[in-house]
């Protein structure tokens, strides 16, 4: 199969790329697993913030909410709510003082609006919390299928069981990949392999990029109480969250443990430590879970997104380390990644956002 694109990952990486490139260009999806979004996309508590993550992070995010509410069928109103307990009262100004300027429509919230909000709290326990009136549920699944039918649609292909067993570059500068079944020939690898890419990266015959991996575990519980209309309740200084998921409520102790490139598995232990925060800084007695899972959370060094191509290996273009903000910054990233591959320059409408290349550029650990 002779293509201009072969995307390795069938993830929210790799499938926003693919959107963005199919309609354009020749392209090729290659997925290890038998499911598309298997590791990470499939496990995310999946909510749209402007206040998680690094300030790149965060213009992303405001990069892609056009895109995210553009219909009804993606996002769904969900207030984020963040809460500080009676003993770090200045943890709602820490917030106020790291978000505020990129988004002002942020609200002081005294205990009792707190309580008002979501009643497992008790008003002598906190000090107060700052909310985010604007924050977003994103539906991952119908996100995802828009991107799988963009690129399907174009008379592109998504392969899953497909895993990459060899890369090689030839003489005349394109890419030989053997994927499952297939042979590719390539003009362009986009390496979207998530916690796999630095291993991707060296089959390819690439320096890595020092990507890690951080094991985080979710469960689901029942409150003992009406949990509909709580919104995503985070801790000042993101030691746990909570939200509602249907009858049920959605927990984690947002635990980051290191892993290696793995179908993770949620340790006893953890979702355990997760409960005994949540029990300790709210009104809740979780005793018992309905389900538990977890998922990889996958890091650059600096904890920000690497998108471009290698400057020491012609056509293999990097997509990869999204950490837990992959979804919500899957639009922006798409586009800016087909941008970049296809005409080597940031999009305006992504620019707007005070984002530029030299910030996620592999280049950045090329030293």
Not at 175 to 199: F, M, P, Y
């Amino acid at each position: 199969m002779n293509v201009d694109i072969a995307i390795i990952g069938g993830g929210i990486a790799g499938l926003s790329a693919g959107a963005w490139l199919a309609p354009r260009c020749d392209v090729v999806v290659l997925e290890a697993e038998s499911t598309l979004g298997y590791h990470a996309t499939g496990r995310s508590a999946a909510a749209y913030t402007e206040c998680y993550g690094a300030e790149t992070i965060r213009r992303l995010a405001k990069a892609s909410h056009q895109y995210l509410t553009a219909t009804d069928d993606i996002t769904t109103p969900l207030p984020v709510m963040f809460v500080a307990g009676d003993n770090d009262p200045g943890a709602i100004d820490d917030l106020l003082d790291t978000f505020l300027p990129l988004v002002p429509s942020l609200e002081r919230l005294s205990p009792s609006d707190v309580v008002d909000r979501c009643s497992a709290f008790a008003p002598s326990t906190i000090a107060g919390g700052v909310l985010e009136p604007g924050a977003l549920n994103i539906d991952v699944h119908a996100l995802q299928s828009g991107y799988e039918r963009t690129i399907r649609s174009s008379g592109n292909t998504i392969a899953t069981a497909a895993p990459v067993v060899k890369i090689t570059p030839m003489p005349n500068g394109r890419w030989s990949i053997e994927a499952g079944h297939l042979h590719i020939d390539a003009r362009v690898i986009v390496n979207a392999a998530g916690a796999w890419a630095d291993q991707i990266a060296v089959m390819a015959g690439v320096d890595p990029i020092g990507l890690t991996p951080l094991l985080r575990s979710v469960f689901t519980f029942d409150s003992g109480v009406d949990s509909a209309t709580w919104p995503l309740v985070v801790d000042a200084r993101e030691q746990w969250y909570f939200k509602p998921e249907g009858p049920n409520v959605l927990g984690s102790g947002a635990s980051e443990l290191p892993s290696g490139p793995v179908d993770a598995r949620p340790p006893e232990i953890d979702v355990a430590l997760g409960i005994e925060k949540i029990n300790s800084a709210t009104t809740l007695s979780i005793r018992s879970v309905r389900n538990t899972w977890a998922g990889l959370r996958t890091f650059a060094p600096d904890r920000v997104p690497v998108v471009g191509f290698d400057n020491t290996a012609p056509g293999f273009f990097w997509l990869a380390g999204q950490g837990g903000y992959g979804i919500k910054t899957s639009p922006a990233l798409g586009e800016l990644a087909a941008s970049l591959i296809l005409t080597d320059s940031v999009p305006d409408a992504i620019s707007a956002f005070g984002i530029n290349r030299d910030a996620l550029a592999p280049g950045r650990f090329r030293h």
